[in-house]
């Protein structure tokens, strides 16, 4: 559901208004902390996307799990209540995050490889990447030996595959044909 319209405008929008406020950095933290518990937390998260709980008792649990978020933040879960949009806040919570990062020069790298990257190849990434991109870089390894050696490499938008598996398949196409 990440990306739907109603989740940009709302990330967007509380973005902007942070912004405004002045306490953007606070709010990333508390949008950081809250990406991260409902993500590494199933009941939290099957929590708040259950239908049967009533919205009010989903916002005054969350005012409490979060008590230490700054008030900007505790008025989106009590707009979330408002508006009986509290199912939609974890995909918020995350494109704010992306947006905020953005709005900051930071980019999300994914380098997908067939075993976990050491620093020395994570440093030639990095390298590799800084020729693309002139923004500030996190790189995110995911792991998949389904590719077999090699890497994929995420930019945005873009995608470079060199892994091995692809290069097999690249080749049992122009053999087939």
């Not at 953005?102 to 020395?120: K, P, S």
């Not at 077999?148 to 196409?173: C, M």
């Amino acid at each position: 559901m990440s990306g739907t319209r109603a989740t940009i405008r709302y990330a967007k929008a509380f973005l902007d208004l942070a912004i405004s406020a002045g306490n953007e950095p606070e709010v990333y933290k508390d949008m950081a902390l809250i990406s991260s518990t409902i993500n590494s937390n199933e009941e939290l998260s099957s929590f708040i996307q259950n239908p049967t709980i009533s919205v009010s008792l989903k916002q005054s649990a969350l005012t409490e799990v979060f008590a230490s978020a700054t008030g900007l933040t505790k008025s989106l879960f009590r707009l979330l209540f408002e508006n009986k949009r509290f199912e939609i806040l974890a995909d918020i919570v995350s494109q704010y995050v992306l947006m905020s990062d953005e709005n900051n020069g930071f980019q999300v790298v994914t380098v997908t490889t067939a075993i976990a990257m050491d620093a020395v190849l994570e440093a030639k990434v990095s390298d590799k990447i800084k020729e693309f991109s002139d923004k500030k870089i996190t790189i995110v390894n995911t792991i998949d030996p389904a590719i077999i050696g090699g890497f994929i490499l995420r930019i945005g938008d873009k995608e470079y595959n060199a892994s091995v598996a692809n290069r097999l398949q690249v080749l049992k196409r122009e053999l087939s044909n």
